[in-house]
T-cell receptor, first 115, second 113 residues
Framework: GAGVSQSPSNKVTEKGKDVELRCDPI?????LYWYRQSLGQGLEFLIY????????KSGLPSDRFSAERTGGSVSTLTIQRTQQEDSAVYLC?????????????FGEGSRLTVL | DQQVKQNSPSLSVQEGRISILNCDYT??????FLWYKKYPAEGPTFLIS?????DKNEDGRFTVFLNKSAKHLSLHIVPSQPGDSAVYFC????????????FGKGTKLTVNP
């Protein structure tokens, strides 16, 4: 597709369950980012991939959160033992290598609701 | 510790008038600034950017001004149109760092017909 694709678009889960969120970036984009937006908040950085490696994972809130990227393309964000405070919209973005600046292209997000 | 602050959660203007959205930052290492626009149920889309070597960048109806000494930037929309109604996010980054963008909390702009 032409844009960043995320799935699922909506996910409702019970507290304590594991969830996986998927991001398919724009073809050829080497950089991939995960952000989340909680209700009434701005976009909170989670993790940044350059190729398959993650030089900056400083935003992951706890060890329940992990992410991987394979083949320099698709990325999966996994949240284990979900808590209610994990409820948010999880946004994925990709870009060409951003040395010297450049825009991120965002997907539409995955809305996670933890009951 | 919020490094990028948008102190106005909302702004309402009349169609045809100027909209001015403000953003302040605290990290003096930031050298690249962007504005993103977000409609409900959609991802943010890039609007305009400015490098710290400039103090103004213009693209059609949109102009971004940067005041480095005050650590302040603003987005001007002239003339405002109802289709501009959205949430606007200010973002900043450090070139050569991790390349991540640090976002403000956003300002919801409503342009009334």
């Amino acid at each position: 597709g032409a844009g960043v694709s995320q799935s699922p678009s909506n996910k409702v889960t019970e507290k304590g369950k594991d969830v996986e969120l998927r991001c398919d970036p724009i073809s050829g984009h080497t950089a991939l980012y995960w952000y989340r937006q909680s209700l009434g908040q701005g976009l909170e950085f989670l993790i940044y991939f350059q190729g398959n490696s993650a030089p900056d994972k400083s935003g992951l809130p706890s060890d329940r959160f992990s992410a991987e990227r394979t083949g320099g393309s698709v990325s999966t964000l996994t949240i284990q033992r979900t808590q209610q405070e994990d409820s948010a919209v999880y946004l994925c973005a990709s870009s060409l290598a951003r040395q010297g600046g450049g825009e991120l292209f965002f997907g539409e997000g995955s809305r996670l609701t933890v009951l | 510790d919020q490094q990028v602050k948008q102190n106005s959660p909302s702004l309402s203007v009349q169609e045809g008038r100027i909209s001015i959205l403000n953003c302040d930052y605290t990290n003096s290492m930031f050298d690249y600034f962007l504005w993103y626009k977000k409609y409900p149920a959609e991802g943010p889309t890039f609007l305009i950017s400015i490098s710290s070597i400039k103090d103004k960048n213009e693209d059609g109806r949109f102009t971004v001004f940067l005041n480095k000494s005050a650590k302040h930037l603003s987005l001007h929309i002239v003339p405002s149109q109802p289709g501009d109604s959205a949430v606007y996010f200010c973002a900043a980054s450090v070139t050569g760092g991790s390349e991540k963008l640090v976002f403000g909390k956003g300002t919801k702009l409503t342009v009334n017909p």
